[in-house]
T-cell receptor, first 112, second 113 residues
Framework: NAGVTQTPKFQVLKTGQSMTLQCAQD?????MSWYRQDPGMGLRLIHY???????DQGEVPNGYNVSRSTTEDFPLRLLSAAPSQTSVYFC???????????FGPGTRLTVL | DQQVKQNSPSLSVQEGRISILNCDYT??????FLWYKKYPAEGPTFLIS?????DKNEDGRFTVFLNKSAKHLSLHIVPSQPGDSAVYFC????????????FGQGTELSVKP
């Protein structure tokens, strides 16, 4: 099992550019989530999904879109990047019967 | 409004002594509380959890205590080791919602030899 994988590891964008952060898991987990980590703020939930075709907003959803067409993949889209979206992004997954989430290695995004 | 708070940004402890990390929460709609450990440039890794109906859970050197009346939990590490040096995040799972964890700000633990 590769667990939770994220690509790319690093990305630099200019303000207004768009991009997609990829997240995949091979554990057949129904729950997947996106978090961002900022200094002094901990990890904050952006969007999450309880299964293919079902997504919902977290604490800080503005500026981000998600979709879940398969169980394995949960991409995060930035339609028009802003400097305030400079952060480290983590994807996580879990399954019913487990109370912990399993995290990917993260994507460090810088928006200039 | 921060629902889960870790008020100590950092903690320094001598090797072999006890480390106590604290966390407070304001919302009663959490069914599990979790502790994660994070090294630089890596994703958080799960350490230990406790159900909201329990008051203690132990796993080796790690023990988590939950005081529901005070809405407070703590992680005890005994004995502390230099490899324990990392950032520790407290998290709370929204009741019956596996995809929703609410995190505290983190506490950076430094264990000195």
């Amino acid at each position: 099992n590769a667990g939770v994988t994220q690509t790319p590891k690093f990305q630099v964008l200019k303000t207004g550019q768009s991009m997609t952060l990829q997240c995949a898991q091979d554990m057949n987990h129904e729950y997947m989530s996106w978090y961002r980590q900022d200094p002094g703020m901990g990890l904050r939930l952006i969007h999450y999904s309880v299964g293919a075709g079902i997504t919902d907003q977290g604490e800080v959803p503005n500026g981000y879109n998600v979709s879940r067409s398969t169980t394995e993949d949960f991409p995060l889209r930035l339609l028009s990047a802003a400097p305030s979206q400079t952060s480290v992004y983590f994807c996580a997954s879990t399954t019913s019967g487990r109370n912990e989430q399993f995290f990917g290695p993260g994507t460090r995004l810088t928006v200039l | 409004d921060q629902q889960v708070k870790q008020n100590s940004p950092s903690l320094s402890v001598q090797e072999g002594r006890i480390s106590i990390l604290n966390c407070d929460y304001t919302n009663s709609m959490f069914d599990y509380f979790l502790w994660y450990k994070k090294y630089p440039a890596e994703g958080p890794t799960f350490l230990i959890s406790i159900s909201s109906i329990k008051d203690k859970n132990e796993d080796g050197r790690f023990t988590v205590f939950l005081n529901k009346s005070a809405k407070h939990l703590s992680l005890h590490i005994v004995p502390s080791q230099p490899g324990d040096s990392a950032v520790y995040f407290c998290a709370a799972r929204v009741y019956n919602q596996g995809g929703k964890l609410i995190f505290g700000q983190g506490t950076e633990l430094s264990v000195k030899p």
